[in-house]
C-alpha cells in the first residue's frame, strides 16, 4: 500500500512503499533540507511542519527543542519523523540548505547578480532652523558623500516615506488612497518595523538608477527582495527572489483567476474585446492574485510586501497585453499584433501591484502576438544567443512555442497546438491536479490497464502526461494505427456509445469516488491534431535552418505538461523527431528561471531585450509546407 | 446710479455710470474683442453671451446672424447691444482677438517657445502577416523615417490609446479604471473627435523627451495644449495655454476647496497632520477643483481634457506637497523642512489629474518650507536671474514673501504676516468677494466716509485694499496716530462696546442689506502685525545686501491684493519703503504667469529650478535685528 508526502511549498512530491524517515524522504524527494549534524539528529536545524497523522509520536528530545505552540503547530525535527501514511510536509525557509528547487524549475544558466535596485544606509544630519535643506536634498547629498551615489530623482510615495523614515517612523499607505491603485481587492500595504533602528537621521534608502524608490529607518541594507512573476494562462508562477545573492527565497504557484473567462486564450480576447468592463476586470483579478500570491510569499520569509523593492513578469502576449491594461482585440485577428514588442518599465503603483512606493515593474519584450515574454524567459534561461550549440527549444502549452538556434540565428514559431495535452477537449481531460491519471501502463496480452494517478487519488479524469503514456501503450500493445484508428475490440477496447466510435476504458468505476475514465477516438483525434502541429513546427524549423535530428546538441522541453512528460514515449509516438534520448533537458517552468534572471540583472535584462530583436519569427500559417507538415505531424509513429 | 459690467472668464468688471455700448465697455475695460469691421456692426465676429435684463432687444440683425437657440442662451453681438444695468458677459475665446488679459495678470516677459510635449502627425504602414511589427514599434520607425524622431519609451495608457488610433479609434478610457485613479469625484475622460481624420494608419503622436503620451487618428498636429495651474492657499488659477504659440486661450479661478478644512496654511498643515484620511482628502478635493476647472476651460476651447498634454503646477510648499500626497507635518514645526526642494515630473494619472493618457505635471521647486514655488515662477515672471537690475519683489498674501536681487545675487524671505490684509482676523475683514468695500475716502473736516465695494454690492465687510486705503485716510485725517492709536472721538469714530477701544464707522447699516462696517482698534493692531512683519522683511533684506531704497530699479508687487493696494497709501503708511512710485509694478498673479511660462518653455523650467538654487533664504526669525525691525515696522509714518 503506497503513500505520498507532499513537500510545501516546493511541491515535490514522493510516493513510498513503506513507512520511511522524513529526512530520507526529503533526500529521495530532491528536497534540500537542512541537515548540520548530517543525521545525528543534534543540530535542531531541519525543522519541518508536518499535516498528517501517519506520523510516529513527538519524542522527548523534540519536546525540549520545540515550544508547546510550535508542537501544536506541527512543527517536528525531520529527522526522528517516521512517516507511514499521506502526509503534508510544509519546509520553512529557515530550514533550507539554499535555494529551493521548485519541481517546476530546472537547470538554471548562471547569472551575473546586478540588480537595478540597491540599498544604502545613510546618516543625514537633521534638519536646523539654519539648515532648512529638504529632507530629499540632505539625503541626497548624505548619500553623495557616504556612498559616491548620485540620487537625482525621486518618486513621490517614496518621497512620502522619506520624511518619516527620517523620523524614525515607518509610514503606512493608507488604503483607499489614489496614489495606490489597488486590483479587485484591496490589499493594506504594511511595512514590517525596521530590522535594525540606530536611531532618528539613519536610514536606508532604495535607490534605481538614481531615483529614490523607497526608504526604511535604521539600517535594513541586508534585505533586499524582489518578486519574479510567470504569468500563465492557467497558471501564474511567483518567485520571491533575494535581490543581494539571485537566491530564491520562496515560491509559489496558483490559479490564473482569468480562467472563469475562458480557458484559453482566445476566448480571453474574446471577452476582452467585446466588453471594456471585463477587460479592466481581467486586469484587476489577476493583479489582485499576484499581490495576495506575493503577500504570502513574503508572510512565509517574514517580511512585508512593500518591502519588495522590484518586480518582473513574464507571460504570453494576451497576459502581458492584459496586465498592462493595453487593448488585445488586435492579438485575436490576422495579422496577430502586440501593441508593442518593447521591454517596458512600469511603477508597481500604476498597476496596483503592491510592492515598494516607487517600485518599477520590469516587463521583458515579447515577440509577436504569439509568441511572448515567456518564450523570450524561457530562451534567456536556455543559454540561447550567449552560445554556439545547436539548440532546440519546445515551451508546451496551449500554444506551444518552439525555437532553433544554429549557426549564429535562431528562428522561433508559435503553433496553436490547442489545449489537448492540458485535458482540454479530451472527454475526460483534465489539468494536472489531484486525482488525474498521470501514468498508464498496458499490458498488450491481457489487456489489463494500470493507472497512476496525482496524489494517489481515485481517478476523475486524466492528464497530458497519462494521455501521452496511454497512446504510446495502445501503439505499443499494436491497438492503435498509424492514422490514429482503434483496431480492436477487445477489453480495455469497447464500441462507444451512439456509434460514435471505440473508446478505451482506462479506469472502472469504484466506490471510493473513482470515475470510470475512458480516451475517445474522437480524443485520440484531438491529440492527433496537437501533435500535427507541434511537428509541423518542429520539422518546418529544422528544414528552414538545414538543421537534421543529429545536429542536435539540446533539446529543451519547458511547461507544466513537459516536465512531465516521459520523452522516450514523445519520441516513440512521433511528438518530437527522433533524438537520443541523452539530449532531452526537461526544465520545466524556464520562463520562471528567465524572470527571476532579469529580476536581478542588468545584463540578464539586456539579454532578453537583444533575444527579443534577434529572434526571426516565423508565421507558420503563412509556410508554403505547413499544410503539409500537419498531415505528416498527425500520423502516429509505429 | 452706476452699474457693473462682469467679463467673463476674463474676470475683469466694469463700472459704468451710464447707458454703454457693450463693445465700448470692452475696449475701455480692455477686453481684446475681435471687431474685424471696426464697429461697422458688419463683421459679427464680436458675439458674446450676455447674463441680465438691462440690454436693449435683440436687434433684426441679430436674429438673421444668430440661430433661435443661441439667441436663447444670451448670444448678442457686442456692438449691438446697449447696457444699463448689471449684466455679466462670458466672451467665447471665438471672439477674442488674441490672448486673454487676466486682470490678475501682468507684464509678461518674453519666454522662448520650447515645450516638452511635440505632436507628429505620422503614416504608418498597416500590420501584415509579413509584418508583424508591434503597433509600436511601426510607429516609431515611422516617425524615425517622416520626422527624424526616437520614440524609445511609451506610456502604458498611452500604448493602449496607440493600437486604436492605428485604426482609426479613439479610445475611451473607462470611469474606474484604476490605471486613471481620479479625486473625490469620477470625470468621464472624453476625447474630442479627431480634427481631421485621413484615414486608418494615419496617427498624430505627443512626444515628450523621446517617451510616446498620446496618440490620435487623422492628423490633429494643430491643436496642442497645456494647463498652468497656481494652487493657492485661497484660489486656484488655471490657464489653458496653447502649447505651440504660448498663448493663453482661457483662464479660469476657483475657490480651493480645502478652505473647508481651515482658511490658512497652519491650520491645513494641522488637520492634515492629524488625520491621515484628512490628507489625503484635502489631496483628492483640490485634484477633483483643478480637474473640474480644466473641463470648464477645455469646453470653451472646444476640446477634450484628455487633449491637454502638459500641465504645471506651482503653490506655497503646503499646497505643493498636499497636492502630491506628501507628508506636511514638518512643515508645520521647527525648522519648517520640506520634503524636497526638487523639481519633479509627476505622471497626471498617478495624481487623478485628467490629461492625455501619458501627460506629465510637472512642479518647479519650492525653496524652503515658507517659501514655494509659486514664489519661484513670480522670480521667473519677474526676470529674476536673468539681468542685473536692483528688484525688490514681493509676493502679498497670507505669509509675503520677499526677494532682493542686487549685484548678481538674489535673497529672499518670508514673513507670516498673518492674513490681515485678505480680512482675515479683521472683526468685519473678508476676501475681495462682492460686497467687500475696496476704497475709502474719508472727509477729514465733515468726517464723511465714502466706500466703494466690490460689484457695487451694499457692503458687507471690508478687504485688504479697503484696509489700506483706511488706514491712509485715518492717518491724513490726523486720528490715528505713529503707534496705531485713534486719538479722536468725533463721527466716524465712536468708542468701542465693551470698553474694547474705538472703532471707525465705514458702513452704516442700511435697508437694502448693507451691513454696518467698522474698523476697530483691535483690527488695527492686527494691521500693524502684518504691516511690521513685512517692512521687517523688506529692511532686513535690503541692510543684508546693503541696499538703499534709491537703489532699488524695480519694485514687483504680486498676488491678488498686491493688484488692488494704491502703492501710494502703502509708502504713505510705511507698509513700504519710500520709494519713487514710478518703480512700482503691480503684476498681479505673476506666480501664475510663472506656471505658464514654464509649461511652454524648457528653458524656463531650468531657470526656474536655478532660480530655487540660486536664491539665498534668509530664516527671519533666526536673524539677530528681527525683533527691533518688527517693532519698527509697526509704527505708522506720519
Redesign the interface.
Known amino acids: 500500500m503506497s503513500f505520498v508526502i507532499d513537500f510545501e511549498p516546493i511541491g515535490t512530491r514522493l510516493i513510498c512503499e513503506e513507512p520511511v524517515l522524513l529526512r530520507d524522504a526529503a533526500t529521495r524527494a530532491g528536497v534540500p533540507l537542512k541537515s548540520v549534524c548530517g543525521g545525528k539528529t543534534t543540530c535542531g536545524k531541519c525543522l519541518v511542519r508536518v499535516t498528517g497523522t501517519a506520523l510516529s509520536s513527538v519524542t522527548e528530545a523534540e519536546r525540549l527543542l520545540l515550544s508547546d505552540a510550535e508542537i501544536a503547530a506541527g512543527y517536528r525535527q525531520a529527522c526522528r519523523t517516521l512517516v507511514s501514511g499521506d502526509v503534508s510536509v510544509y519546509i520553512p525557509p529557515s530550514s533550507l540548505v539554499e535555494e529551493q528547487k521548485l519541481q517546476l524549475e530546472g537547470t538554471e544558466t548562471p547569472v551575473e547578480i546586478d540588480p537595478l535596485v540597491r540599498k544604502f544606509c545613510v546618516t543625514v544630519p537633521p ?11 540632505r539625503t541626497a547629498a548624505a548619500l553623495r558623500e557616504q556612498h559616491g551615489i548620485a540620487l537625482s ?2 518618486d ?2 517614496a ?2 516615506q ?3 523614515a527620517l ?1 524614525g517612523e515607518t ?1 503606512r499607505f ?1 488604503q ?4 495606490q ?3 479587485d481587492k484591496q490589499h493594506p500595504v504594511m511595512l514590517s518595523e525596521a530590522k535594525h533602528l540606530d536611531g532618528k537621521w539613519t536610514v536606508t534608502v532604495a535607490v534605481r538608477d538614481g531615483e529614490l524608490i523607497g526608504s526604511e529607518p535604521g539600517d535594513t541594507t541586508a534585505t533586499a527582495v524582489g518578486l519574479a512573476v510567470d504569468l500563465g494562462t492557467t497558471k501564474i508562477a511567483c518567485y520571491l527572489v533575494d535581490l543581494l545573492t539571485g537566491r530564491l527565497l520562496a515560491a509559489r504557484g496558483v490559479m490564473n483567476p482569468q480562467i472563469g473567462y475562458g480557458e484559453d486564450v482566445i476566448a480571453r480576447i474574446e471577452a476582452a474585446g467585446k466588453d ?2 471585463v477587460r ?1 476586470h481581467l486586469r ?1 483579478i489577476v493583479v489582485a492574485a499576484i499581490n495576495e500570491a506575493a503577500a504570502d510569499l513574503c508572510q512565509g520569509a517574514g517580511i512585508a510586501p512593500a518591502e519588495m523593492l522590484e518586480i518582473t513578469v513574464v507571460g504570453n502576449t494576451a497576459m502581458h497585453h492584459l496586465i ?4 488585445v482585440q ?1 492579438l485575436g485577428v ?9 521591454p ?1 518599465d ?2 508597481c ?4 501591484l503592491v510592492a515598494a512606493p516607487g517600485a518599477t515593474v520590469h516587463f521583458p519584450p ?1 515577440i ?2 504569439f509568441v511572448g515574454s515567456d518564450h523570450v524567459a524561457v530562451l534567456l534561461a536556455s543559454a540561447f544567443g550567449q552560445d554556439d550549440r545547436t539548440r532546440l527549444a519546445i515551451d508546451l502549452g496551449t500554444n506551444t512555442e518552439i525555437a532553433l538556434q544554429a549557426r549564429g540565428r535562431i528562428r522561433s514559431c508559435s503553433t496553436a497546438c490547442g489545449p489537448a495535452f492540458e485535458g482540454a477537449h479530451i472527454k475526460f481531460g483534465m489539468r494536472a491536479a489531484p486525482g488525474a491519471i498521470e501514468r498508464v501502463k498496458i499490458d498488450g496480452k491481457s489487456g489489463q490497464v494500470r493507472i497512476a494517478t496525482i496524489g494517489g487519488k481515485p481517478p476523475v479524469g486524466i492528464c497530458g502526461s497519462g494521455i501521452l503514456d496511454a497512446v504510446a501503450e495502445l501503439l505499443k500493445a499494436g491497438w492503435l494505427n498509424e492514422r490514429g484508428r482503434l483496431n480492436a475490440v477487445a477489453p480495455p477496447i469497447r464500441p462507444g456509445e451512439n456509434g460514435l466510435g471505440r473508446e478505451v476504458v482506462l479506469a472502472e468505476g469504484s466506490p471510493d469516488g473513482g470515475r470510470e475514465v475512458v480516451l475517445t477516438q474522437h480524443d485520440l483525434g484531438e491529440i492527433q491534431l496537437a501533435k500535427g502541429a507541434i511537428r509541423a513546427g518542429i520539422n518546418i524549423l529544422m528544414e528552414e535552418m538545414n538543421v537534421r535530428p543529429q545536429d542536435i546538441d539540446e533539446v529543451i522541453i519547458a511547461g507544466a505538461f513537459g516536465t512531465y512528460l516521459d520523452p522516450f514515449n514523445a519520441v516513440r509516438l512521433g511528438l518530437f523527431p527522433p533524438m537520443p534520448l541523452s539530449r532531452f533537458r526537461q526544465v520545466g517552468n524556464a520562463a520562471g528561471v528567465g524572470a527571476r534572471q532579469a529580476l536581478v540583472s542588468r545584463r540578464a535584462r539586456a539579454q532578453a531585450a537583444q533575444l527579443a530583436r534577434q529572434v526571426d ?1 516565423l ?1 507558420l ?2 509556410h508554403p509546407h505547413f499544410a503539409q507538415r500537419f498531415a505528416e505531424g498527425m500520423h502516429f509513429s509505429i
Chains 1, 2 share one sequence.
Open positions: 534638519a536646523t532652523l539654519a539648515d532648512q535643506r529638504g529632507d530629499f536634498d530623482r525621486a513621490v510615495p518621497l512620502a522619506l520624511s518619516a523620523r509610514l493608507a483607499g488612497d489614489s496614489q491603485p489597488q486590483g471594456e468592463t479592466l484587476q498592462l491594461g493595453l487593448p488586435q490576422l495579422p496577430f499584433v502586440p501593441v508593442t514588442a518593447q517596458l512600469v511603477k503603483a500604476t498597476l496596483g515579447p509577436a502576438g519569427y508565421e500559417t503563412l
